[in-house]
T-cell receptor, first 111, second 114 residues
Framework: GESVGLHLPTLSVQEGDNSIINCAYS??????FIWYKQESGKGPQFIID?????DKRQGQRVTVLLNKTVKHLSLQIAATQPGDSAVYFC??????????FGKGTMLLVSP | EADIYQTPRYLVIGTGKKITLECSQT?????MYWYQQDPGMELHLIHY???????EKGDLSSESTVSRIRTEHFPLTLESARPSHTSQYLC?????????????FGPGTRLTVT
């Protein structure tokens, strides 16, 4: 069936490093791909989205890359900070405002 | 910060009990959702609503029911709780006039059924 999945369950980085979180998807019909951040004890929070006809989108300290050829999505966080420690989920918009979430990647940032 | 609230935050209850998890949002969003999430795992959609008097089942087979009598309120009810219902339940809302895949989540209710 259709699915969105992540390659790495845990990513450990040093403060100030750049982080890259990867995600594979299988539904080519999705029109938007989205990244959410979930801090401990909280609900997920929207970070950034990318439309399916784009390759790259930048936000504040974050960049999302979409490679439709290999159905791969990545989230790059520049100058990672301890406050970035969280679980990151990619999701795809299936239409009718329903999302399919992938398995999360935990990002651990050490000072 | 999103104005979406869930109560209770934590609930421990015995098998067979009826429970209602509350969710309210003050943003006037038409669309609301319930997800189930096991620790460290992905979110699974169990119910959603397009607006008042609208309820739809999601992907995950669930023995729960929902109602949407008011825009701001989307409670989830388990008629007879079982240990298999032990999980975290997340409520969310979105504005269909904007990016409705940008969902605002509540803090969740962690349910334990003994």
């Amino acid at each position: 069936g259709e699915s969105v999945g992540l390659h790495l369950p845990t990513l450990s980085v040093q403060e100030g490093d750049n982080s890259i979180i990867n995600c594979a998807y299988s539904n080519s019909a999705s029109d938007y791909f989205i990244w959410y951040k979930q801090e401990s004890g909280k609900g997920p929070q929207f970070i950034i989205d990318i439309r399916s006809n784009m390759d790259k989108r930048q936000g504040q300290r974050v960049t999302v890359l979409l490679n439709k050829t290999v159905k791969h999505l990545s989230l790059q966080i520049a100058a990672t900070q301890p406050g970035d420690s969280a679980v990151y989920f990619c999701a795809e918009n299936r239409g009718y405002s329903t999302l399919t979430f992938g398995k999360g990647t935990m990002l651990l940032v050490s000072p | 910060e999103a104005d979406i609230y869930q109560t209770p935050r934590y609930l421990v209850i015995g098998t067979g009990k009826k429970i209602t998890l509350e969710c309210s949002q003050t943003m006037g969003h038409d669309k609301m959702y319930w997800y189930q999430q096991d620790p460290g795992m992905e979110l699974h959609l169990i119910h959603y609503s397009y607006g008042v008097n609208s309820t739809e089942k999601g992907d995950l087979s669930s023995e729960s029911t929902v109602s949407r009598i008011r825009t701001e309120h989307f409670p989830l009810t388990l008629e007879s709780a079982r240990p298999s219902h032990t999980s975290q339940y997340l409520c969310a809302s979105s504005d269909p006039r904007m990016r409705d895949y940008e969902q605002y989540f509540g803090p969740g209710t962690r349910l334990t059924v003994t």
